[in-house]
């Protein structure tokens, strides 16, 4: 009997790596019907060139009016335009300057640049997974495994074709991870201003330092930050980050504006607005940031003891923490479930070392995820008043809390 289930099990592997190995091949050819049938412009990306572009019209201290970005963007389109006019950018100005040569090429061919970039860094964290996979003796089919259900993931598609920065924050993530672990605080200051790409997603690996006390880190951290602040004003104006901090506060309480359909995210926000409607989205957007900042108090307090990278629980602490993170974000859309693969990556190690029966039920989860997420897209999407992306994160937010507890029995005991 036992040889007959494992041989069941064996063949359901193969038959999910050979599709999610079809679905890799399958956005080969979606990338190319988008190319062919000329949408690539309806990208995030376009909104990153409008500010490149902006920068090198010698008008960077207009970054963040919408009314100037409206213009560049609608003569950069040439008669293409998006619903309201503008999709805004709406990141940090150092992102901007740092990338801007990339506006001495046209749009098409600056996006295929940054794709390029997407590629590279797409395997820089494919090497770091498997070789941190390697150096925990994982077998290899469970690195197979690895590397198939991460290229198949939907939201690394999506993020590759927006040609926006969800993977390059996933890389700081992975990086930040590992300057941590070897307790090398200058790399990990370096990182940690690198995920400031994506602000939200980075307040909670902020948290975790701050309450782990590592103030060498956040010191350097924070003088990297100062460093940037005063290359970007001098060389965009001095009014350039209040009128950063006054967009952000703009397009945080738009509903269905400028690219931004809550009913479409996938945190709490958007939950609440799919249950509830968009008549009392005020009131869900101050719960939101109620439970954010909430939930933040609680990685404070988990984080209140020694901190000590090299245990076990250090993995599972900063996955629980940071799908926190995700579950109660601002803003946080499709692509974005992009940050699941680390922590998801994260309680599976810890799971292989503590409970192996549970490390295979989150691997045969993981290995289906790809086709499970396309057909919620695909069929479900509008039959659900939630999406599927969020309630991984809820479910894995509840088994990672419940590990936790066990975690923390078994220390006391």
């Known amino acids: 009997m036992k040889n007959f289930s494992t041989s069941i099990a064996s063949l359901v592997s193969r038959v999910l790596i050979a599709i999610n190995v079809g679905i890799i091949f399958s956005y080969f050819g979606l990338w190319a019907i988008a190319t062919q049938n000329d949408i690539l412009w309806r990208a995030d990306f376009t909104a990153y060139y409008t500010a490149w572009d902006i920068i090198r019209a010698g008008q960077g201290a207009q970054l963040y009016d919408l009314g100037t970005q409206t213009t560049y963007q609608l003569d950069l389109l040439d008669g293409g335009r998006f619903t309201d006019g503008v999709l805004p950018y709406n990141y940090p100005p150092y992102m901007a300057l740092i990338l801007y040569p990339l506006s001495w090429f046209s749009l098409s061919a600056s996006y295929w640049i940054f794709a390029l970039i997407q590629i590279l860094i797409l395997s820089r964290v494919l090497y770091l997974l498997i070789s941190s996979a390697r150096s925990r003796g994982w077998n290899r089919t469970e690195i197979l495994f690895l590397a198939v259900v991460f290229c198949a993931f939907p939201p690394l598609f999506n993020s590759l074709l927006l040609g926006n ?43 975790v330092l701050l309450a782990g006390r590592r103030w060498k880190t956040l010191f350097l951290a924070f003088g990297m930050m100062v460093g940037l602040m005063i290359v970007t004003s001098l060389a965009l104006g001095p009014t350039l980050w209040p009128d950063y901090i006054k967009l952000l506060a703009q397009l945080g309480s738009v509903f269905n504006q400028y690219g931004i359909t809550v009913r479409d995210m996938i945190n709490f926000k958007g939950l609440l607005v799919n249950l509830l409607g968009e008549t009392y989205f005020t009131t869900i957007n101050l719960v939101n940031l109620l439970m954010w900042f909430v939930s933040a108090l609680v990685v404070a307090w988990l984080w209140r003891g020694a901190w000590e990278p090299q245990s076990p629980d250090f993995s599972l602490k900063l996955a629980f923490s940071l799908t926190l ?89």
Do not use: C
Not at 176 to 188: F, I, V
Not at 354 to 371: D, E, I, N, V, Y
């Open 325 to 413: 993170g995700l579950i109660f974000s601002p803003h946080s859309n499709v692509q974005d479930a992009l940050f699941l693969v680390f922590p998801v990556f994260l309680f599976y190690m810890y799971l292989r070392q503590h409970t192996p029966t549970q490390a295979q039920t989150l691997g045969w989860l993981a290995l289906g995820s790809p086709t499970i997420l396309l057909i919620s897209e695909f069929l479900l999407r509008n039959e659900l008043p939630f999406h599927l992306p969020f309630l991984l994160m809820l479910g894995l937010a509840v088994w990672m809390g419940a590990a936790l507890r066990r975690s923390g029995l078994k220390h006391v005991s």
């Open 165 to 207: 920065f969800t993977l390059l924050v996933l890389w700081g993530w992975f990086e930040l991870y590992r300057a941590l672990t070897l307790q090398r605080d200058g790399s990990a200051a370096l990182w940690l201003v690198l995920t400031t790409a994506k602000l939200q997603h980075t307040v909670f690996y902020g948290v």
